[in-house]
């Protein structure tokens, strides 16, 4: 592997991901829990987590540094 997939990798959890990609798809925090079986609760946490790793303000910027970092695709 290397170091640019190892850090790319890294970055977010596989459910991060998952979450942000549905975010992407203009879905709710409700719809987001429903799809992938999971609280409310949880998605948030997964939210604040990836925003708290990437150093941004909020959902908007997480989205475009991730798409920028290629972790997202439109």
């Not at 990798?9 to 991060?16: H, W």
Request: proline letters at 0%.
């Amino acid at each position: 592997m290397s170091r640019s997939q190892y850090n790319r990798a890294s970055i977010l959890t596989k459910r991060e991901r998952e979450v942000f990609g549905l975010l992407l798809q203009d879905k709710t925090t409700k719809d987001i829990a429903g799809e992938l079986f999971i609280s409310e609760k949880t998605v948030r946490n997964h939210i604040s987590n990836a925003i708290q790793k990437l150093g941004v303000k909020g959902r908007a910027q997480a989205i475009v540094e991730l798409l920028r970092m290629g972790e997202l695709k439109l």
